[in-house]
T-cell receptor, first 115, second 112 residues
């Protein structure tokens, strides 16, 4: 089992719809969870971080974390064509007995928002 | 402007010719890391550094070296590059105690 798995894409939604991106992780002691957006040919850009169970909202983005189910998701409301990108889920995992510093990434989900 | 810079951005080289990719950050971050990104494999960590003179292996360290002599710089060294090191490389940094990493623009390396 991969350490961090994302729902296979590509995902295509119409403009104005809600895009739902999912991610599961295997390390139960993971503490920090991140969503990065990566446009084609560009570097990953941090868009959301979440550390405790529940929802965290930032504008049109909502991150949801369920540590019992080892599941983290990203909802994008009122999707826009400019949201078309690859979304990477990243989980902080243990490194040398500490949790600091090591991020493990999922393989990414390609999202296309069509007008 | 707070940023992570990498040089060069593009590099085509031949097997066995030593090369260095530089990474520099101006945010006074303690933590720095190198990743490679390959289609279907996602981002994989090569090496990371928690502070000056402190480095450790990531998931795919074979064929790479790093050094951290100054806080702002974290060069990636390929002493004898091979074609399987053809990839897109990213440097990232973060503050101590934070796992929110900020990425450089990437270096596309081709080894012939």
């Amino acid at each position: 089992q991969k350490e961090v798995e994302q729902n296979s894409g590509p995902l295509s939604v119409p403009e104005g719809a809600i895009a739902s991106l999912n991610c599961t992780y295997s390390d139960r002691v993971s503490q920090s969870f991140f969503w990065y957006r990566q446009y084609s040919g560009k570097s990953p850009e941090l868009i959301m971080s979440i550390y405790s169970n529940g929802d965290k909202e930032d504008g049109r983005f909502t991150a949801q974390l369920n540590k019992a189910s080892q599941y983290v998701s990203l909802l994008i409301r009122d999707s826009q064509p400019s949201d078309s990108a690859t979304y990477l889920c990243a989980v902080n995992s243990r490194a040398g007995g500490t949790s600091y510093g090591k991020l493990t990434f999922g393989q990414g989900t390609i999202l296309t928002v069509h007008p | 402007e707070a940023q992570v810079t990498q040089n060069p951005r593009y590099l085509i080289t031949v097997t066995g010719k030593k090369l260095t990719v530089t990474c520099s950050q101006n945010m006074n971050h303690e933590y720095m890391s190198w990743y490679r990104q390959d289609p279907g494999l996602g981002l994989r960590q090569i090496y990371y550094s928690m502070n000056v003179e402190v480095t450790d292996k990531g998931d795919v360290p074979e064929g790479y070296k790093v050094s951290r002599k100054e806080k702002r710089n974290f060069p990636l060294i390929l002493e004898s590059p091979s074609p399987n090191q053809t990839s897109l490389y990213f440097c990232a940094s973060s503050l101590f105690g934070s796992n929110e990493q900020f990425f450089g623009p990437g270096t596309r390396l081709t080894v012939l």
